[in-house]
């Protein structure tokens, strides 16, 4: 079973820090996405990466792929109380179909 | 709101008694996911289609579970006979297929189970 894991599991911070969520695992993924989940609702898609060593950028959160297509990072900037919710990594192994979803990181902002 | 819908969006059920659930993909979309999402864990893999065909199901989807897509467009997950350890979040999510396919996921199906 190909695992990804997430660190930290929880993180609550004041409006205006930064942070950064990880996502990491032994095995290599095609791609990597990120997901936010608000509480009673489905996961909404923030990105995907897909080459080792990608950095994308959506406002003021940044995204990373690892050069070994096994970790992926995700920094948020300035963070905003709409921030909150649940962010999960997941990817696609090598000759699957389905997603593997990371063990989720519970992000609060406190204004 | 992604494109794709699920219904009901709250299922409240005894125990034992059976419960059918159901996702409508985005039109055009070929490929059709279920997963399981436990409260404090992301989501599990149930199964998935490619067009009426399923492809793959996971070692969660007990006898209990089945799913269908009969005509490629919208698919049911029944539940029968449940139990409590079946209350979750049902979401599907459907895509295009092809290299770096996207999924696009439904608001979810919350089962509780008595």
């Known amino acids: 079973t190909q695992l990804l894991e997430q660190s930290p599991q929880f993180l609550s911070i004041q409006e205006g820090e930064n942070l950064t969520v990880y996502c990491n695992s032994s095995s290599v993924f095609s791609s990597l996405q990120w997901y936010r989940q608000e509480p009673g609702e489905g996961p909404v898609l923030l990105v995907t990466v897909v080459t080792g060593g990608e950095v994308k950028k959506l406002k003021r959160l940044t995204f990373q792929f690892g050069d070994a297509r096994k970790d992926s990072s995700l920094h948020i900037t300035a963070a905003q109380p709409g921030d909150t919710g649940l962010y999960l990594c997941a990817g696609p192994n090598f000759g699957n179909e389905k997603l593997t979803f990371g063990t989720g990181t519970r992000l609060t902002i406190i204004p | 709101d992604t494109g794709v819908s699920q219904d009901p969006r709250h299922k409240i059920t005894k125990r034992g008694q059976n419960v059918t659930f159901r996702c409508d993909p985005i039109?055009?979309?070929?490929?059709l996911y279920w997963y399981r999402q436990t409260l404090g864990q992301g989501p599990e893999f149930l199964t998935y289609?490619?067009?009426?065909?399923?492809?793959?199901k996971s070692r969660l989807l007990s006898d209990r579970f089945s799913a269908e897509r009969p005509k490629g467009s919208f698919s049911t997950l029944e539940i029968q006979r449940t139990e409590q350890g079946d209350s979750a979040m049902y979401l599907c999510?459907?895509?295009?297929?092809?290299?770096?396919?996207?999924?696009?996921f439904g608001p979810g199906t919350r089962l509780t189970v008595l």
């Open positions: 289609f490619q067009n009426e065909a399923q492809l793959e």
């Open positions: 039109s055009e979309h070929n490929r």
């Open positions: 999510a459907s895509s295009l297929g092809g290299l770096a396919d996207t999924q696009y």
